[in-house]
């Protein structure tokens, strides 16, 4: 059976459990279309990010 060599000192312990307050990822609304996307993302339906055509929409 794997045992510790070493107890785990609290600062270990902390930097292992800070990935559990982790938030998921916020969406925002796009003003045109009014699909949902993350922010700083480009709108995958539309191909727009910031106002300006960046993709061909998908429908096309």
Same mark, same amino acid.
Do not use: C, F, W
């Given at each position: 059976?794997? /045992? +510790?060599? @070493? %107890?785990?000192? &609290?600062?270990? @312990?902390?930097?292992?459990?800070?990935? *559990?307050? =982790?938030? $998921? +990822?916020?969406? /925002?609304?796009? &003003? *045109?279309?009014?699909? =949902? #996307? @993350? +922010?700083? #993302? /480009? *709108?995958? %339906?539309?191909?727009?990010? @910031?106002? %300006? $055509?960046? =993709?061909? +929409?998908?429908?096309?």
């Amino acid at each position: 059976m794997a /045992v +510790p060599k @070493r %107890k785990t000192t &609290p600062s270990k @312990r902390g930097m292992r459990r800070s990935a *559990d307050a =982790l938030k $998921q +990822p916020a969406y /925002v609304e796009n &003003p *045109d279309s009014g699909e =949902l #996307h @993350r +922010p700083h #993302h /480009v *709108d995958l %339906k539309s191909g727009m990010y @910031r106002g %300006k $055509q960046i =993709l061909k +929409p998908k429908g096309e």
